[in-house]
């Protein structure tokens, strides 16, 4: 008996809910592998879709995006070995699906803890609640797989929707995470991931109006240059850390909104 | 509606249109204020003659008079206030006790209700708007704000559940001409309630509350260096948004001028909020109590002269009480009296410069030249000073500039919607996002619209309400941050872990 030789797996990108490849046909080679190289109109076709995408997320009842977080869990505990083998390994690993199981527990309670009623000086029932700010760019940080998640996670559960571009030198593990997400109910287009040259994409990420919030935790450089094609249309701009964990970082992402509701016989 | 009830709103519709009735002039005393000759730069608690020695002088809007000579802070005179805020910051102001810091902001809050005559009367000399509303709205709120934020000094550790709030250190603050005190309010209330220090920046055209407000730090014997007002143009304002030391810039103004502000602070660091421009939809549901909605179309867009940056300049009403709500309203405005700022019988005052009244004149102008038909109710004005009158488009296609750019000023345009689908397409359809209103008798449907409205403020059943338990803020390209309420506090302090 001959020794089976086993099937490749091709690197592809993560836009509305599929796996192309780039328009452009173009890949580069990243920790010996074929990467999908994406083209700037690969990237404002996700951001498209992720606007798209918004209504329907922000529109399911926060309970049902809870048990969506809770179930891309269940989708990365299954494939722990695979993740392992393209990140620092199951440490890091552990520690990205308990993040998610973390924040998947927030999305019911968010309102609550962000939000408030006013007591107002006449009749009205004032009160201000958290909505999702909308589609959310998102340059993955390091390390590859816990710094895409803590920077992902929030932005979501809130009920944005994301267009990230995965670190260049690491792109692999997020394709992987793609395959949890795209198995996991997540509904197409919520999530986008895009692999490759951050100097090609960031730019078009910061500057295109449809991207209204940034998460630069992943910038290198080059953070201050998006930060300011980001004022165009004034994005909300993030530089946390890769690693936390916060509802703060959740809060982030939305906006509040104030209501004034007569009251009266 | 009862059948008697109907008939008497017919009766009432068919009557002759009334306009402003005679009443004897009735004008609040100027002589309560006593505006200086000239005045310094208020720096370390004193004031100070600006480097420069450059100066110019702010006007009564409504007379063309010159009111005082208003100091130009440059570079130097905003690095001295900057220096003398950060020594405030470091020497004392951050460590005080927050129950001490409380009080002196209670202090603050109580001097103001009781000059609160005094304040009145100098916000419609320098800025135009009507005695009415400075005597109700501004000076009131400006109190309240400081009174709530009082509260909140000792109580920090409350609003951030798991973190450890402290101070950002010094703050720039600029704000605009449309509420000189009321925002000055807004923003130094939740800065010193948290433990910063501060340099604000009064608008060009209207310095003077700001600079009388300084009076009031004195008898509240507030430290020195605490408060820093430096008045000026754009360039004072450029100063402070680019001076390396300071932690945290806060800003009300134009979206354009926001924009500009954000790319400066690129990269720096520094914490940004920023409260700008809006295009808000007032929408009105074939349900509503129309007397009362058309109040609030009034309230919304002629409030203040329209220099409101929530203000409802885009209406929307169902197509099938289109034809009533306008009789309604150009009846209405009929009835509105623009004059004199200080008579107590003003609805509309003087529009705050010549400058805005040129904008305002000139985006008029475009509405009539792109087709939409223009009413304005026979009004008469005063010879001298900036006014502008009442006015309402009807035709108005939504890519009119009436109907995308802000007016600041007295101009309503009008559009109808057939469903609520529609209504919610038309108020989303904008850069902006501040605010909206929303006028039905049904409950449930002003909270489904509520929740469609992409708006930092959502009125239903009335319009332009304020309070400082509230907060405020925009969304999308109407900017960041909350002011007002527990959330008004957060752009003030950096949060440790616990």
């Known amino acids: 008996m001959t020794e089976r030789l086993p099937v490749q797996k091709t690197y592809k990108l993560f836009i509305g809910g599929a796996f192309p490849r780039s328009e452009s046909g173009r890949t580069y080679l990243a920790l010996g592998a074929n990467v999908a190289c994406a083209s700037r109109k690969d990237l404002r076709d996700a951001i498209r879709i992720a606007r798209q995408a918004g209504g329907g997320w922000s529109g399911m009842t926060a309970y049902n995006r809870g048990q969506v977080l809770y179930r891309i869990a269940e989708m990365m505990e299954m494939r722990q070995a695979e993740l392992a083998a393209l990140c620092s390994g199951p440490d890091e690993v ?117 991207v209204a919030a940034l998460d630069l935790t992943g910038a290198d450089g080059d953070g201050a240059e998006l930060e300011r094609l980001g004022a165009e249309n004034v994005k909300r701009i993030v530089r946390g850390r890769a690693d936390s964990q916060s509802p703060y970082d959740i809060a982030a992402f939305l906006e509040l909104k104030t209501v004034w509701h007569p009251i009266g016989m | 509606m009862t059948k008697d009830k109907r008939e008497l709103a017919r009766r009432q519709d068919k009557a002759p249109i009334a306009t402003a009735w005679d009443y004897a002039p009735a004008p609040e005393a100027r002589d309560i204020v006593k505006i200086q000759e000239r005045y310094g730069l208020f720096i370390g608690g004193k004031f100070v003659e600006p480097a420069s020695g450059e100066r110019y002088t702010t006007i009564d809007p409504a007379r063309e008079e010159p009111l005082a000579e208003v100091a130009q802070a440059g570079k130097a005179d905003v690095d001295r206030a900057v ?22 902001l209670f202090r603050i809050a109580r001097l103001l209700q009781e000059r609160s005559r005094e304040f009145a009367v100098l916000e419609s000399i320098n ?55 009321l925002m000055l309010a807004w923003k130094i209330a939740p800065a010193l309630a948290a433990g910063n220090t501060v340099v604000l920046k009064p608008a060009e055209t209207t310095p003077l509350s700001a600079l009388l407000f300084c009076d009031v730090l004195r008898q509240a014997e507030l430290p020195p260096g605490v408060v820093n007002i430096v008045t000026g143009d754009g360039r004072a304002g450029a100063e402070l948004v680019s001076h390396p030391d300071v932690n945290k810039i806060a800003f009300t103004g134009s979206t354009e001028v926001g924009k500009a502000i954000q790319k400066t602070l690129a990269g720096t660091g520094k914490r940004l909020t ?82 805005q009244l040129d904008k305002i004149s000139a985006l008029v102008q475009s509405g009539v030249d792109e087709g939409a038909e223009i009413y304005q109710p026979p009004c008469k004005l005063p010879e001298r000073g900036y006014w502008f009158v009442p006015t309402v488009f009807t035709n108005v296609a939504q890519s009119y500039r009436i109907a995308q750019e802000e007016i600041f000023g007295p101009v309503l345009s009008v559009l109808t919607f057939r469903t609520p689908d529609e209504a919610i397409e038309k108020a989303n359809n904008t850069p902006y996002g501040l605010s909206a209103g929303v006028w039905t008798e049904k409950g449930s449907r002003i909270l489904a619209m509520a929740q469609r409205l992409r708006a930092g403020v959502v009125w239903a059943n009335t319009y332009n309400r304020f309070d400082p338990a509230a907060p405020f803020g925009g969304y999308k390209e109407s900017g960041f941050g909350r002011e007002g309420g527990r959330h008004g506090l957060e752009p003030y302090v950096v949060l440790d872990d616990a």
């Open chain 1, 94 to 210: 552990a520690a990205a699906i308990d993040r998610m199981v973390w924040y998947a527990g927030w999305s019911d309670k968010l309102a609550q803890v962000i939000g408030s009623a006013n007591p107002v000086a006449g009749p009205y029932f004032n009160f201000t609640v958290p909505e999702p700010t909308g589609v959310t760019g998102i340059l993955a940080p390091l390390p590859p797989l816990l710094g895409l998640v803590s920077r992902l996670a929030p932005v979501i559960v809130g009920g944005n929707t994301a267009v990230v571009i995965a670190s260049e030198s690491h792109p692999l593990v997020a394709i992987e995470l793609a395959e949890c997400l795209a198995t996991a109910d997540v509904p197409p287009g919520v999530v986008n991931i895009l692999t490759g040259l951050r100097s090609e994409l960031a730019p078009v990420l910061a500057s295109h109006m449809d």
């Open chain 2, 83 to 104: 220096r003398a805020a950060r020594d405030a910051f470091a020497n004392g102001w951050s460590a005080l006790r927050p129950s001490e810091r409380a009080k002196y």
């Open chain 2, 274 to 355: 920023l409260e700008l421009g809006g295009k808000a939809a007032n929408i009105i549901f074939d349900d509503a109590p129309l007397d009362q909605a058309v109040e609030g179309i009034v309230n919304g867009i002629y409030f203040n002269q329209g220099h409101v940056c929530c203000a409802g300049s885009r209406l929307l009403v169902e197509e099938s009480i289109y034809e009533t709500v306008i009789a309604k309203l150009k009846r209405r405005m009929a009835t509105l009296r623009v004059g004199d700022p200080l008579d107590k019988n003003t609805d509309v005052g003087a529009i705050n410069s010549k400058q």
């Open chain 2, 127 to 181: 800025g135009g708007k009507p005695i009415r509303e400075s005597r109700d709205v501004d000076v009131p709120l400006a109190a309240a704000h400081f009174f709530y934020y009082a509260g909140w000094a000792d109580k920090l550790e409350y609003a951030f559940p798991n973190r450890k709030p402290r101070p950002v250190g010094v703050a720039g603050q600029i704000i605009p001409w449309n509420f000189p005190l």
